[in-house]
C-alpha cells in the first residue's frame, strides 16, 4: 500500500485548499493501493524554526514534540503532495516553516505540487522550486489552478472537468 500525504498550505479556516480536498481524495480513490492522509498545516502546532542547529546538520535531532511527529509523518510517506496557495506570489509562511523544520525526510521522497491562486499558483510554484533545490525530493509532477477561471476564490470549482483532470494527473504521477 502506497501512502501519500497531502500537506495543505493555508491555516485559514475555510480555505480554497479545502474544497479541493474531496478532490484529490477522489482522485486517490481511483487507486486501489494508495491511501491518503490529509495533514492540515494549522493542526501540525510547530513553533517557528528555532533549532540551534539546521536540520540539514550532522547529528541534528529535533527535541519539539510536534516537529518530532511531523517529521515521522514524513518519514512514513511514500509520496507527498504540497498543496500551495499563493500568497504575494510566495508559498506561505507557515507551509516554508512546516518544510524548513525537516531535512533527510524529504530527500527523494516523491512530489508533487499543487498550487492556486489568481495566479494559478505559478510563482508559488516557482518560488518551491528553490526550496527542492536544497531539499532534494523527487519533483514528479506541477500543476495550477487560477481562481476566477478554474476555481472560486473560496475553493469551488468553476470548470469541475479542468480542476478535476489536473488533480487527476498530480495524485498519478506522484503515485507512480
Known sequence: MTKL?????SARPNSAGDKLLPIIDSAVKKHDDV?????????LNLPFFNAPMPPSAEGYEPTDANVIAWSEKIKAADAVIWLMP??????TGVQKNAIDWLYGEWKDK??????????EGKHTIEA???VIDVIKPDLRVEAGLRMMEHIQPDGT???EDEVASRIQTVVDKVVA
Not at 500525504?5 to 498550505?9: D, P, Y
Not at 516523491?110 to 495566479?119: C, E, Q, S
Open 110 to 119: 516523491p512530489l508533487g505540487l499543487l498550487g492556486y491562486g489568481f495566479y
Open 128 to 130: 518551491a522550486k528553490h
Open 157 to 159: 470549482a468553476i470548470q
Open 35 to 43: 491511501e491518503l492522509e490529509i495533514v492540515h498545516v494549522a493542526d
Open 5 to 9: 500525504v497531502v500537506l495543505t498550505g
Open 86 to 91: 499563493e500568497y504575494n506570489h510566495l508559498m
